[in-house]
């Protein structure tokens, strides 16, 4: 039997990805009818992409629980790059 090697987790953001600096961005929620019935339009847009996901109710309330969880844990204090920690 052949033991499998733990995964390290990804990191939330390339550090490498030019496109990731900051800049300013949009974001809309939108409710929209298609063919599989009515989904949520979750749109984020920035100067470089738009990314667009339909999510359904619970997927959704599941995103927004997330998200409230992860502003939770935000301090609201801004430590400019480079600056002393």
Same mark, same amino acid.
């Given at each position: ?30 409710p929209v009818?298609g063919? $599989?019935? =009515? ?7 920035? =100067?470089?992409?738009t ?14 629980d ?5 502003? $939770? ?13």
């Open positions: 039997m052949t033991e499998q090697q733990a995964v390290p987790p990804m990191p939330p953001v390339d550090p490498g990805n030019h496109l990731l600096s900051e800049v300013p961005a949009t974001f809309s929620c939108t009818n063919p $599989g019935g =009515q989904r949520l339009a979750l749109t984020i847009r920035t =100067q470089s992409t990314l667009t996901v339909l999510l359904v109710k619970d997927d959704a309330k599941r995103w927004r997330v998200m409230t969880e992860a502003i $939770g844990k935000m301090s609201g204090l801004i430590v400019p790059n480079g600056a002393p920690r």
